[in-house]
């Protein structure tokens, strides 16, 4: 069972810079996707940013120009860098993991954007 914990949560101000990273338990090979969704109170999961094992990227059109995700395959670790901070990115932020046909999620960090 991969375990992917999550680290670089935190408190930051409007306008400001954090960055998430995600490692893996083992290492994955093949093909796979790892990514970032975020969940508000009150409201459902979402998709944040997701990175094939190609290097392809997809981003939420709420994030585009403002975060960045990218991944070291030798290190089994994802990385998100969110820049331009605003209040409404408030949310616990998850690892994902789709990996032969199987979905796994880390535990959450929690970000807040608030001055």
């Known amino acids: 069972q991969v375990q992917l914990v999550e680290s670089g949560g935190g408190l930051v101000q409007p306008g400001g810079s954090l960055t998430l990273s995600c490692a893996a338990s083992e290492s994955i090979s093949g093909i796979n996707i790892m990514g970032w969704y975020r969940q508000a109170p009150g409201n459902q999961r979402e998709l944040v940013a997701t990175i094939t094992s190609a290097g392809t990227t997809n981003y939420a059109d709420s994030v585009k120009g403002r975060f960045t995700i990218s991944r070291d395959n030798a290190k089994n670790t994802v990385y998100l860098l969110m820049s331009s901070l605003k209040p409404e990115d408030t949310a616990v932020y998850y690892c994902?993991?789709?990996?032969?046909?199987?979905?796994?999620w880390g535990q959450g960090t929690q970000v807040t954007v608030s001055s």
């Open positions: 994902n993991l789709q990996w032969w046909y199987r979905n796994y």
